[in-house]
């Protein structure tokens, strides 16, 4: 035996030249051992690939058993898997960690390590897992110092003298690592059945992480659905309950049991079942939004009713059918409260397999033949002594047209070792080749790897099936998989696959291969399945003599539970029986057919709680136990002015100022001491994409009261509130100050069957009536108001009439004060609150003195009127007998300048009179008259009486303005142009008509108005025995045009006539 340290190709030829037997590398196997192992046995490498094969099958068994083992934790699993790689490799560290950014940090370990602990962390790029996670493949060091890492920290620092690693990645992305480790090298690398069996472990840690992942998602979901304070639920197309809340329950008052299959009219009137069915059609056969949100009526179990909203979105199946509708109710109770009060106010979310030997042979620079051990004749199936001396390419033609003579060729050009993998179909046999060049010639050592290929098939298959598994959706889809898994990936010819129906409890087919005859469905506790399914065990059958109902021979046959969901049964017509390495991968297949039969009943409920959040369109969050966002609906995105995706993974801190965050952290604190507290609601501003406030109430619940797992929260939106509330704010001190501030007594009063009850006052009414606030609250009005008699009204009498309708009443009274009895301009304002009771006003304005002034005016003006009538009279009277008795010319014309001079004066007084009369508005004329229409009639009637001409322009209009008396004013500015303009006054009429004002045009050829008196009329001028206007014609227009709110406009020249021009506000048409 001839001894190196490591394989070098021009030793192996010299020594197979000198007659050395056995030629052994010590990087690849130890010496003594090696003697020993010739001493005891000629045909060691069978023997180590038979110690292989145990070992890996041994390695699976211990692994099915991990999988399958529902009683430990999520760490224990993930640790156990950790510990049986390092026991497998013979190592004593296994560690998992997580790569994030740079930083790598450990997540599990098994072993002890002063550096590599639970929770350490370092920066990636002092860690071996650095070249792990660029590479598909795993990272293998068995002596790193001898393989040039010596200067490298996880040596140099953390002592790691040997590692094997691979890459784990969730959902296409890099998770982290999954390693082996010692601080003592290894003696040889690491073997394939080493390699295959880490990378299994690799794959599986993948696929348990991207379990767990989205389970959690899908459990977030659920939670976000029980954790919110409103009423979730969801119904079929028939309007069945198929889904309710926990708080739908306690909103409704019944029963999850009692909701579910029942009708949603369970719980609603008919009206409301029929309102939600049309709203319903509509979004199915109109143009109406798939979500509807409207106020309802909710029934409780005690026959009691609560106003809802109910926020509703339409469900459509993969085809775009109707499949039923989902929706928020919530109980606005709180809110239509508030919505009263508001109104009052405005008054008031792989496996592996082992390698066999090696075979070696060598050749001189000519490809001559020169050394063939035994394992190569075995392999290759030629003697040595038929093929030594030959040349290679004529001794094996087949191998000139294949990779094998590039890779030769190669290695002896470069004189630098090559390794490759290579089918060799003469033999019908894959090799793995190492070719080490030397001047003289090449040694070639090759593995017959074809069992190892074939296991690494059945190994690719397992991990595609998988792959498969973990996107089924449902059970049949699994069945589905695992049967075409089991006769493509794994080579059973017959499979069938039965799964547990727990209402029958029966074992039914469900999926089986084209070779399987009809199979009956089972008692869960019949035949070779059922007895599989019951003990939870794996049921051989190599006696077929009793098995009947195939169509054909089977030698063998295997019964595997898939956990508590049925059996897979697999049989075969190729082998006698199965081995071991059979039933570990048949087992490997039915856990991972019973984890996908799990998620797929945990994602069907999962599903349902998804699908309502996100069709329900509320301003929902989800924020995880490390206090960042993991769910955001759209509409909260939106609200706030960020895109949804970049709000997930944020904190709070980037929405709230620090305060807010701190009272959040208090409430959600408290609400984890006291258990039975389930939600908060907390007032609070939240900050948007451009920096705005924008106030917010969040209804915050947790997700898990028994550990801290995170929150939900609701946000609604608090604009109009903190609007309506601002507003109510403003109005409540204007109105204060002008209460207590306008100068008029003013009493707040509440009508009643006994009167009115006094609820406020003002200082100017304490200071009127000499009654303070105190004493006035809540007594009856007429006890401090007192009227001159018994037989006067009460104020509050005047709120409403006999119908009932609330109208302002005025009045003229007279009441009792601190002063004695004054009178008073009554107004009494009524108002009907939200409750229904009449509230009002009582306003007192003081109009003694003004009373007064009228009193003695109307005294003055019968008593001048009459004498000055009758005196006027007596003078006439006088002036008719004088003219009787004169006869000078001289003095009768004197005497007829007297008389008319006094006929004037008496019909000045009758003229007033009328104006008095014309300007004293009557009921009848109280209404706004069709300006246009009223002005025609009097022009019509006015030419036929006064035979005159008017020429008009009138627009066709109905708009409305001043009353019945303003075809008077109208008049009296024709007679003006009749009078001063002689026969042929030239009269012309016009009107014109803008959105708020009337304007009628008067116009004459007369002589026009002196301008002293238009300075009287317009008052430019002050009314004096020098200075007034003759003309009360003018002043009554001039009176009556303002009365209206309107203006007069006197134009034109002694010339051009006179133009007045009446502006008038439209108050209609």
Not at 102 to 111: P, R
Not at 428 to 457: C, M
Not at 741 to 748: C, G
Request: include cysteine; glycine fraction near 8%; hydrophobic fraction near 35%.
């Amino acid at each position: 035996m001839l001894c190196t340290a490591e394989p070098d190709g021009r030793v192996a030829a010299e020594a197979t030249r000198r007659g050395v037997a056995e030629y052994v590398p010590r990087s690849e196997t130890d010496p003594g051992e090696r003697l020993r192992a010739l001493a005891a046995d000629g045909d060691v490498t069978a023997r180590s690939a038979i110690d292989a094969v145990e070992a890996t099958t041994g390695s699976l068994r211990k692994l099915t058993r991990l999988a399958a083992d529902d009683g430990r934790t999520d760490a224990e699993t993930i640790e156990g898997i950790l510990r049986l790689g390092a026991d497998r490799l013979g190592l004593s560290l296994g560690y998992l960690g997580r790569i994030e950014g740079d930083t790598y940090a450990v997540e599990h370990v098994v072993g002890d390590h002063a550096l590599v602990e639970a929770g350490a962390s370092s920066p990636l790029s002092a860690t071996y897992c650095e070249h792990t996670s660029q590479s598909d493949t795993l990272f293998p060091l068995h002596d790193a110092a001898a393989e040039g890492w010596a200067d490298h920290p996880s040596y140099r620092v953390g002592g790691i003298a040997c590692y094997l690693g691979g890459r784990v990645s969730v959902n296409g992305e890099t998770y982290g690592t999954v390693c082996f480790a010692d601080e003592e090298p290894r003696a040889t690398p690491f073997t394939n059945a080493e390699r295959a069996f880490v990378e299994l472990l690799v794959q599986w840690v993948s696929d348990e992480l991207k379990r767990r992942h989205r389970e959690a998602e899908l459990e977030r979901y659920e939670d976000i659905i029980e954790a919110v304070d409103d009423g979730v639920y969801a119904l079929d197309d028939e309007g069945n309950f198929v889904f309710v809340n926990e708080a739908m329950t306690a909103l409704t008052g019944y029963d999850a049991e009692a909701l579910l299959g029942a009708h949603t009219g369970h719980i609603k009137t008919p009206e409301v079942v029929e309102e939600a069915e049309g709203i319903v059609r509509e979004m199915i056969f109109e143009d109406r939004d798939d979500e509807a949100t409207f106020d309802l009526s909710i029934q409780r179990a005690d026959d009691e009713s609560f106003p809802a909203e109910d926020h509703m979105t339409v469900l459509w199946d993969d085809g775009g059918r109707f499949e039923g509708t989902a929706g928020v109710i919530r109980d606005i109770t709180d809110r239509k409260e508030r919505e009263l009060e508001l109104r009052e106010a405005n008054r008031r979310i792989e496996q592996i397999l082992g390698r066999i030997g090696a075979a070696f042979f060598a050749v001189d620079d000519d490809w001559n033949l020169t050394y063939w051990n035994a394992q190569a004749e075995a392999v290759l199936g030629r003697d040595a002594e038929a093929v030594m001396g030959e040349n290679l390419w004529e001794a094996f033609p087949d191998a000139t047209e294949s990779a094998y003579f590039e890779a030769y060729r190669e290695a002896m050009d470069s004189q630098e070792p090559v390794v490759f993998e290579e089918y060799y179909p003469p033999a019908e046999k894959w090799f793995r080749v190492n070719a080490y060049p030397s001047t003289d010639g090449l040694s070639v050592y090759f593995h017959d790897i074809t069992d190892q290929k074939e296991r690494d098939r059945k190994l690719s298959g397992l991990l595609e099936t998988t792959r498969s598994l973990m996107h089924a959706h449902t059970d049949a889809d699994v069945a589905e998989t695992v049967v075409e898994a089991a006769e493509s990936r794994l080579g059973f010819d017959l499979n069938l696959v039965r799964l547990y129906d727990g209402e029958a409890e029966t074992l039914y087919p469900v999926a089986w291969t084209d070779g399987v005859p009809d199979r009956p469905v089972y008692d869960a506790d019949e035949s070779f399945a059922g007895e599989a399914f019951q003990r939870g065990e794996t049921v051989r059958i190599d006696d077929f003599d009793h098995v009947d109902n195939y169509d054909r021979d089977a030698n063998a046959a295997m019964c595997v539970p898939i956990g508590d969901y049925g059996v897979l049964s697999v049989a075969t017509t190729e082998s006698d029986v199965f081995d071991d390495a059979d039933v570990s991968v048949a087992e490997i297949l039915a856990s991972n057919a019973a984890a996908a039969l799990s998620r797929v009943d945990r994602e069907e409920d999962l599903r349902r709680y998804e699908a309502v959040v996100e069709n329900v369109r509320d301003m929902v969050y989800v924020i995880d136990e490390d206090g960042e966002f993991q769910l955001v609906t759209e509409p909260l995105a939106e609200w706030l002015g960020f895109d949804r995706e970049a709000m997930l993974g944020e904190r709070p801190a980037e929405f709230l100022d620090r305060d807010d965050v701190a009272t959040f952290e208090r409430h959600i604190r408290e609400m984890q001491a006291d258990r039975g507290e389930p939600s908060r609601r907390i007032e609070t501003s939240l900050v948007t994409a451009d920096g705005a406030e924008r106030p917010a109430e969040v209804e915050v619940s947790l997700i898990d009261h028994d550990r801290f797992r995170g929150t939900v929260g609701v946000v609604r939106d608090r604009t109009e509130l903190e609007q309506a509330r601002e507003d109510l704010r403003d109005e409540r001190d204007r109105f204060s100050y002008l209460f207590n501030n306008l100068p008029d007594a003013v009493a707040e009063t509440e009508s009643g069957d006994d009167g009115s009850v006094v609820r406020s006052v003002n200082p100017a009414f304490t200071d009127v009536f000499g009654v303070d606030h105190a004493t006035a609250l809540d007594e009856r009005l007429g006890e401090f108001v007192q009227p001159p008699t018994e037989a006067s009204s009460e104020e509050s009498s005047r709120f409403t009439d006999a119908d009932g309708n609330e109208t302002v009443r005025t009045a003229e009274i007279r009441r009792r004060t601190d002063d004695g009895f004054r009178d008073f301009l009554f107004r009494g304002i009524p108002y009907r609150r939200d409750d229904g009771r009449v509230w009002g006003f009582c306003i007192y304005t003081d109009i003694t003195d003004q009373k007064e002034r009228e009193r003695r005016l109307e005294v003055l003006n019968r008593v001048l009127r009459h004498n000055l009538r009758n005196d006027l009279t007596v003078v006439l009277g006088l002036a008719d007998a004088l003219a009787a008795r004169l006869d000078d010319e001289d003095h009768l014309s004197l005497l007829d300048r007297l008389q008319r001079k006094t006929a004037d004066v008496a019909s000045l007084s009758d003229r007033a009179r009328e104006i008095e009369r014309s300007i004293r508005r009557g009921d009848a004329d109280s209404a706004p008259v069709p300006v246009v229409e009223a002005v025609a009639s009097l022009v019509e009637t006015y030419e036929r009486s006064h035979d005159v001409t008017v020429e008009t322009a009138f627009p066709e209009t109905d708009a409305r303005a001043a009353d019945g008396r303003f075809t008077r004013v109208v008049e009296e500015l024709l007679n003006n142009g009749v009078e001063h303009a002689g026969a042929d006054p030239g009269l012309s009429l016009e009107i014109g008509v803008t959105e708020r004002e009337v304007s009628v045009t008067v116009a004459d050829e007369g002589p026009g108005i002196p301008a002293h008196e238009l300075d009287v009329l317009t008052g430019e001028e002050p009314i004096t025995q020098l200075s007034h206007s003759s003309g009360l014609g003018l002043w009554l227009v001039v009176w009556l045009t303002e009365s209206y709110g309107g203006t007069v406009t006197f134009d034109g020249t002694d010339e051009t006539g006179t133009v007045v021009t009446l502006t008038l506000p439209r108050t209609g048409g």
